[in-house]
Structure formats: C-alpha cells, structure tokens
C-alpha cells in the first residue's frame, strides 16, 4: 500500500536527509511539498526544495509557503545550517517549474481532492498549515493523518531554555494547528526533542554517508554528505562533541512505517505569553486541565535500529 504525503518543511539538513530518505521509498508518494520560512529563508528553503525534488525524481507540486511568521518577525537557524540551508553543498541551479499556488492553497487542495487519504508531514514551522486552516477549517477530518516533527515535553530546549525550533518559530501557528487537530479523527502524531534527540549519531555515521558520496557519483550523496559534515561541525561548536542530533528523518520514518518508537496520548498546548517560556510546549501529565488528549506522543525510540534504516535505505537508494 502507498503512502501520499504531503511534506511542509525549512530545509535544513536533518530535512533534506527526511526528503531522500522519503523519496527512495517504493511505500510513499510524494503528493507535494510545502517550502517553509525557519532555518533559513523561505526563498532559500524554496530553492533547496526545487533542487532536491529534481535531482531525487520527486514528480510533485512545490508551493512557496509564507516568508514570515504570523506574529513575530522570522528568525533563522543558519549559524545551524549555514546560510544556504546545506551546510558546505554547492547545489546547482533548479531548472524545474514551483507550482504558482501558495504553501497554504497547496495543502488546500491536495486534501480536498483526497479527502481520507492524504497524510501531511509537517518538518518545520506551522505557518502554511495554519494559513491553510483559516482557507478550510475541515482539513483535520480531509486529512489522512498529520505528524508533526517539533516541540520539548519535559525536556530542554534547543532555541529558548523550554523551546524548540519548529514551534518557537511560529508558536501562534503551532498552537492553531494543535487546537484544530485535536478533533480530528486520529490525534496527530507529535515527535518532541525528548524522543528525536535520542537520534545523536556519531562519527561512523559520517563516515559511511561520506562514503557512499564517494563511491555512488550520486549528486544527492555528495549534497548529504557536505551537509551532515557541516552539521557535525555546529554541533561540535555548541558542546555536543563530534556528532549531530537527526531529528526529522526519524519523524518520516515513523510516519512511513509505524516503526522505531512507540506512542502515547497527552493534552499538549503551546506557551505564547510566558516572558521566559514563550514557544514551550506544556505537557499536561496529571490531567489538570481536565482535557481529552491532543496528540500521541513520539516515545521509547529505538535509535540505533532507526539509524540502521535510514543509512541502508540510502545507500541501497543513491548507489
């Protein structure tokens, strides 16, 4: 059975492993993919997205999202992913056509031409999604399933001391988007730093995506490869040692396969007053609220496994 899948992403490095790793599944059809504003602008997003798309055989829309949050002013993450989104890749020129629709319109009508059927990824900010909520309050009953790589339960930050990137980029947007899909028909699946922080890969992962652009000639190795090194690089400089925290792949992993972590239910909401915890994800595990549950949460990853998978499937792919 194939997987439709529409992908709103910031590519970013730990995106454009999600985008390969998703193209070279024979299980999923890439129905489209939304180009957000968050780790770099949205243009440079856009034209990774392009890039990739082309180079991987990707036959689907790609929309131009937003360029800004719907409060704030953007803030980037390029010190993270180096100003271009790909760390030290060199991409060449895209030559193939965007889709002319907005990021918003494009979830819009994929999902009202598939209702029940298309599943949504969502890899970075919420802006386009909750646009496109405000077009169609019935994309949470349109849509298949959503999942969601973002947020921090119980667990540090990675952008304020509480926050994570995806969400304290746009926390008005992934607050819509938290409140709107709770009432869909299956909660949507929520993958916080606690569980794809468990995804820390060393300097043997590395070394075996460094060979395999190497030996393959495949354009998007040597793009994967430049990338990761970079990525280690700015992990290194924050403290982490030689390695690098893999978030999204794990998300469309799970997605994909129901395997590599386990789920459970929780009421969660998005902080946008707090002075210190602006963009926190809340976690209510005591029922205090008195609210059913909003998501299943990400949980009991198996990482190693994972990484296994994510690795093989590359290099069985881009050989």
Do not use: K
């Not at 990739?52 to 036959?59: A, Q, R, S």
């Not at 093989?312 to 792919?317: F, N, P, Q």
């Amino acid at each position: 059975m194939t997987l439709a899948l529409l992908v709103d992403c910031d590519t970013g490095i730990d995106d454009a492993f999600a985008l390969t790793y998703l193209a070279l599944r024979e299980d999923v059809e890439m129905a489209g993919v939304v180009s957000t504003g968050g780790n770099v602008p949205a243009a440079v997003v856009h034209r990774n997205n392009l890039v990739l798309t082309e180079l991987l055989g990707i036959d689907a829309p790609v929309a131009l999202g937003a360029d800004r949050p719907l409060v704030e002013p953007p803030m980037f993450a390029d010190d993270t992913h180096g100003p271009g989104g790909l760390g030290h890749a060199v991409l060449p020129e895209p030559t193939r056509a965007e889709d002319p629709r907005s990021g918003a319109q494009l979830w819009v009508d994929l999902a009202r031409e598939r209702p029940g059927e298309l599943v949504g990824l969502v890899l970075g900010p919420h802006t386009n999604l909750a646009l496109a909520l405000a077009i169609e309050p019935e994309l949470p009953r349109l849509l298949r399933r959503l999942h969601v790589m973002g947020g921090a339960i119980h667990h540090r930050g990675n952008t304020g001391p509480t926050s994570e990137w995806n969400i304290a980029v746009d926390p008005e947007a992934a607050q819509r988007v938290l409140a709107a899909f709770a009432s869909a028909p299956r909660l949507p699946v929520l993958g916080a730093l606690q569980a794809t922080e468990s995804v820390h890969v060393h300097g043997e992962v590395l070394e075996r995506v460094e060979q395999l652009a190497g030996t393959s000639g495949n354009p998007v190795a040597r793009i994967l490869a430049d990338a990761l090194r970079f990525y280690f690089e700015f992990h290194e400089s924050d403290g982490f040692g030689w390695s690098a925290h893999v978030h999204d792949p794990l998300v469309a992993a799970h997605a994909v396969t129901g395997d590599f972590a386990s789920t459970r239910p929780l009421a969660v909401d998005v902080e946008l007053t707090g002075t210190l915890t602006r963009g926190q994800t809340v976690g209510d595990e005591l029922g205090r609220w008195g609210r059913e549950p909003t998501v299943d949460l990400l949980t009991h990853v198996q990482a190693d496994a994972f990484v296994e998978h994510l690795l093989s499937t590359l290099e069985a792919g881009l050989r």
